[in-house]
């Protein structure tokens, strides 16, 4: 998710360096935040009176232990790259490649495309069994299709 | 869009990650220009221009037919 998480104009190592640093915190907000939902299931499960279903506590640890443990792994792997200088540049070159922010920006388009066909064949669908889900996918939409106009708008005053 | 870059390049000796450090961008990047597979921004343009000592339009030939313009 280049475009999302791994943007950068660093031009140079140093420059490079402080955005790595930034990331190693986010790094450690995601580990932080893994560890919350974790705890958040397993007090549930083992401390209020009607409990969690089963589902529900596998979705927490699951979503919980995942973030936690990549979140881990990511501020390691930043911590490395930000030891070695070769490893520096080579990620630096490879986070500004204007190719790759190319390729990147194509295959966001794609997975939106995706995405909003993959909502309306939910919505269409499962409407007919849970009438809230078209309430909360139009309403996942209506943000995308809001925050994209506001992004625009931003951007169309800044270029 | 065609380019020259690999021509220049052989005739001055440069390999691939040599002109892609010297441009900072990835060798692959560089793969993709020689093949045509990848068009230039103008500020990479520039800096390959730049790094070979000749005009941008000294490598790259813009074709309006090919551009549909």
Known sequence: MRGIFCGTTARTNEE?????KRKMK????????????LA????????????IPDRMLGFYTGVGSGLAIAGAILFFRLRMTLRS?????????????ERLTA?????????????????????????LFIHEIIFILCGIVTLFVVSYFVAYRIYCKKM | MQNKIQDLRKARKVTQNELADAVSVTRQTIISLENGKYNASLILAHKIAQFFGVT???????DLEEENL
Do not use: N, P, W
């Open chain 1, 16 to 20: 490079y360096k402080e955005q790595v």
């Open chain 1, 26 to 37: 986010y790094m450690l907000i995601m580990t932080v935040i893994g560890l919350i939902t």
């Open chain 1, 40 to 51: 958040v299931g397993c007090y549930a499960h083992l401390f209020l009176d009607t409990g």
């Open chain 1, 85 to 97: 200088e070769e490893k520096l540049k080579e990620s630096r070159l490879s986070a500004t490649d």
């Open chain 1, 103 to 127: 390729i990147s920006d194509k295959a966001m388009r794609t997975a939106t495309f995706i995405m909003l066909f993959g909502l309306y064949a939910v919505m269409l669908i499962g409407g």
């Open chain 2, 56 to 62: 941008i339009e000294e490598i790259f030939t813009f």
